[in-house]
């Protein structure tokens, strides 16, 4: 008895399918308004991943900033403590203090660009990413160049000493 009910309530269900309805899944306007629909929430989910991950960058680069300050402020101090013992001594340090003087220039100079960096990069959270996509990727570029120009300015902290001794190959002052 279960078998003819379960093929009965089957076979009803198979001849009481409306035709319209394969028909309205093979019309092309209701097809790609699906489509459409489908590709707005695809790009909505990416939208949405992308400004997450955007976030996430931003306050990993804020307390980065607050570890590159310290790091280079720190050498410096300890620099700086180290040409007045000298000094004491009675060591010539004049040249050496020039280079203190350089190095924390490039130390500012460091953190404004790290600044402008971040700053870049949460101006493009700004942007809506689906309806003002030009304007989102153009200032994801911006936030690259800016990229760029912190990690030079990087290098140049990380290489002062090879500035220095072009100037004075021996490296005895």
Not at 15 to 20: A, I, R, V, Y
Not at 90 to 118: C, N, Q, R
Not at 119 to 142: H, Y
Not at 155 to 166: F, V, W
């Amino acid at each position: 008895m279960n078998k003819a009910l379960v093929f009965t309530l089957t076979a009803l269900s198979i001849l009481s399918f409306p035709g319209n309805a394969l028909a309205q899944r093979k019309d092309p306007s209701l097809r790609t308004q699906r489509i459409a629909t489908s590709s707005a929430k695809r790009m909505e989910n990416k939208c949405d991943a992308i400004e997450s991950r955007i976030s996430a960058y931003l306050n990993s680069l804020k307390v980065r900033k607050d570890n590159h300050s310290e790091t280079y402020n720190k050498a410096l101090q300890r620099w700086t403590k180290l040409a007045d013992r000298l000094t004491n001594q009675g060591y010539d340090t004049a040249i050496f203090k020039s280079h203190l003087v350089t190095l924390s220039t490039m130390i500012e100079k460091l953190a404004t660009y790290y600044s402008k960096f971040i700053s870049d990069t949460e101006t493009s959270l700004s942007f809506d990413c689906m309806s003002q996509v030009p304007d989102f990727k153009t200032q994801l570029n911006t936030s690259r160049q800016s990229l760029t120009t912190f990690q030079t300015q990087a290098k140049e902290i990380l290489t002062p000493r090879n500035s220095c001794l072009a100037n004075n190959p021996s490296g005895i002052d």
